[in-house]
């Protein structure tokens, strides 16, 4: 299957940037999608940005003006700056990828997540 790493996360203060990277580990992708989704404190994980060839990059409302997200293909990988960060955005980030890589024998499909970054925005 296809891992993903995650880095990036940590503790800043209000106003503050971070810069999350997710990479997937392996050559040959094809990507449907890449996103990154956000799980406050006690709550359910949320979708914050997302990025493919169909739709473009989107983003939720929260973090429009504040938060971009890119891929690298030359990475495998999808980045979100967050700038003037607020601490409604303290939590775990997590990265999701769909799409397929090559096994050695076939294109496979696969819908894998990363382990999470914790992100604290606090003064």
């Known amino acids: 299957q296809v891992q993903l790493l995650e880095s990036g996360g940590g503790l800043v203060q209000p106003g503050g940037s971070l810069r999350l990277s997710c990479a997937a580990a392996?050559?040959?992708?094809?990507?449907?999608?890449r996103a990154w989704f956000h799980q406050a404190p006690g709550k359910q994980r949320e979708l914050v940005a997302t990025?493919?060839?169909?739709?473009?990059?989107r983003y939720t409302d929260a973090v429009k003006g504040r938060f971009t997200l890119s891929a690298d293909d030359a990475r495998n990988a999808v980045d979100l700056q967050m700038n003037d960060l607020k601490s409604e955005d303290t939590g775990v980030y997590y990265c999701?990828?769909?799409?397929?890589?090559?096994?050695?024998?076939?294109?496979?499909?696969?819908?894998?997540w990363g382990q999470g970054t914790q992100v604290t925005v606090s003064s």
């Open positions: 999701n990828m769909k799409g397929q890589f090559y096994n050695g024998r076939y294109w496979e499909r696969f819908d894998t």
């Open positions: 392996g050559r040959s992708f094809m990507f449907y999608n």
């Open positions: 990025i493919s060839d169909t739709i473009g990059t």
